[in-house]
């Protein structure tokens, strides 16, 4: 993903899933597993947790009133911004199909992860 992805000028992935583990080394697994199953290197990231941190803070600060009094994205937010901070790593990964998804989600099961979330054009789902 070479440009930073946005809605509402906040960071919006749209066909991706976020999965937070708690260790860069868990996050790290799922990749190279997603990596050894198919997936092109520019479709899964880890993601720099001062980065994630960076961002979430700039969003927050540029969330519109609208989206914050009726769109979950100030809560997902939040929680990329706590989970950061108290040092969970983030993965990205590209799974714009429901198949694609499940498949993403059992082997981050098979490690084991904090939360999920996929992005699609109108909503977030909890995975």
């Known amino acids: ?3 930073r992805p946005e809605q509402h000028g906040v960071f919006y992935p749209r066909g ?6 708690k260790s860069e080394a868990d996050a790290q697994k ?11 290197e520019q479709d899964v990231h880890v993601l720099d947790t001062a980065r994630v941190l960076a961002g979430t ?3 927050l ?3 519109s009133p609208i989206i914050r009094a009726l769109g979950d994205e100030g809560e997902l937010i939040r929680g990329h911004q706590t989970e950061a901070a108290s040092g969970a790593t983030f993965l990205l990964a590209y799974a714009p ?3 694609e998804t499940q ?3 059992n082997v981050a099961r098979r490690v084991g ?3 999920a979330n996929k992005y699609d054009r109108f909503t977030m789902t909890k995975l």
């Open 16 to 21: 991706y899933v976020i999965v937070t583990f």
């Open 30 to 40: 799922v990749r190279k597993l997603l990596l050894d199953g198919g997936y092109d």
């Open 103 to 105: 498949r993403l989600m």
């Open 113 to 115: 992860y904090l939360k």
């Open 97 to 99: 199909s429901d198949l």
């Open 61 to 63: 600060k540029n969330l």
């Open 1 to 3: 993903m070479s440009e």
């Open 57 to 59: 803070t700039d969003d």
